[in-house]
């Protein structure tokens, strides 16, 4: 492809429905296309863009304390993105429960396609009752921001997939075409109410465990992929490979990292359409740190522990060590970063298409 870019590999043949009626002929549109289309004004932290009601980041800019009224518009938000912005395209689920006097909610939205195991892609939507009015920026709006990126990503290259005749193309379709399924999650109650501990922490991932190990969801799942702590405008912090049956995994976002950030057709930068997004070009993943490998053990307690102890393989992206806002008011939406943000949606839309790609016949 022109940019030479992974994400360009697989062009869509696009019908002339999406761009309008001037174009008499279908064409080659690269998802690359696609997120310089889209990805900046979902991804945007300009003052005017939260008027913009394709602005996927700004929405969470409030306290999500579980049980809240900030809490419940989020979901809201949420689900009408999968519920009506992506028009039904994917299962909405949802899992009310109460616990240590607290309401919370787990969402749960899974790509209707033919699956018959499912990649899991999840964040927490709460924030932490103190310190105070905590927006929980890095912790963790733009990894939900990034989540509801990549599903509307997939989502249109699922309606596609639907309308165009595949056959006439020499191309598989990769999202409704793959064994393996998506499911988004949005975790409630990941923070503690009093105090970290194993009763007051990851109400919601504890719940969705129990559940999925009673109804054998579990059996199918593939791998967790959890997200948090991401989108600072820091420059240290870097995401390390946590589990050694994961590293392969690991391995494949980090060429995928490269690949954006460095690979170029004549290795310029400024020629691609995403570099403007991505301008910051800074590594993010170090597939030569094997510091926790083969440890055997977590050294983060996060929303994967329940289901990394049933077995499922997790991929952490949450670096280490954590930024400085971490738990502070400082982790507010002036201390993120929007391209930081993009760079991490970009990352994960590509390795879904990658997963979803090596699993069709
Ligand atoms: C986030 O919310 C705060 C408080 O309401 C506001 O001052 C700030 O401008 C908002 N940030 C953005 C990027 O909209
Ligand atoms: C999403 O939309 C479907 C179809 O309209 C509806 O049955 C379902 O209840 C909705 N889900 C939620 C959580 O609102
Ligand atoms: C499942 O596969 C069949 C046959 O390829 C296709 O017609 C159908 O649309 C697929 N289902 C979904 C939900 O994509
Ligand atoms: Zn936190």
């Not at 299962?91 to 109460?98: D, G, H, M, R, S």
């Not at 930024?323 to 502070?328: D, E, F, G």
Request: glycine content about 6%; overall charge negative; aromatic content about 10%.
């Amino acid at each position: 492809m022109k940019y030479g870019l992974p994400l360009g590999i697989i062009g869509l043949a696009y019908s002339v429905v999406l761009f309008g009626a001037q174009k008499t002929f279908g064409w080659e549109l690269s998802y690359e296309e696609y997120h310089a289309a889209h990805l900046t004004e979902a991804i945007n932290l300009d003052e005017d863009s939260d008027k913009n009601p394709k602005n996927l980041l700004l929405p969470f800019n409030r306290t999500r304390i579980p049980g809240s009224e900030g809490s419940r518009e989020t979901q809201q938000f949420i689900i009408e993105h999968f519920n009506k912005t992506l028009a039904g395209q994917w299962a909405v689920e949802t899992q009310p429960f109460k616990e240590n006097g607290y309401y919370f909610n787990n969402l749960i939205m899974t790509l209707q396609n033919n699956a018959t195991e499912h990649l899991v892609l999840a964040a927490h939507y709460d924030t932490k009752i103190a310190p105070t009015g905590m927006v929980g920026a890095i912790d963790s709006a733009a990894s939900c921001a990034a989540l509801l990126y990549t599903a509307q990503f997939l989502t249109h290259i699922a309606s596609h997939e639907r309308t165009l005749e595949f056959d006439k193309l020499a191309s598989v379709p990769v999202v409704t075409g793959s064994t393996l399924g998506v499911k988004i999650v949005f975790f409630d109650g990941e923070e503690a109410i009093e105090e970290w501990g194993p009763e007051d922490s990851i109400y919601g991932a504890r719940h969705l465990a129990a559940q999925w190990l009673a109804d054998g969801t579990m059996t199918r799942i593939r791998m967790l992929l959890l997200m948090d702590l991401l989108g600072s405008g820091e420059e240290e912090p870097m995401v390390p490979s946590y589990y050694s049956e994961t590293h392969q995994e690991y391995q494949l976002l980090n060429r995928i990292e490269d690949d954006l950030l460095f690979r170029r057709g004549d290795g310029s930068i400024a020629e691609s359409q995403l570099a403007a997004q991505v301008a910051r070009q800074r590594k993010r993943l170090d597939p030569t740190d094997y510091r926790f490998l083969g440890l055997g053990h977590s050294v983060v307690g996060d929303d994967h522990t329940p289901f990394l102890a049933a077995g499922v393989p997790v991929l952490h992206a949450i670096p280490l060590p954590f930024p400085s806002t971490w738990h502070t008011v400082e982790d507010d939406f002036r201390h993120l970063d929007a391209t930081e943000t993009r760079h991490w949606a970009l990352l994960v839309c590509e390795f879904v298409v990658q997963s979803l790609r090596s699993r069709t016949e």
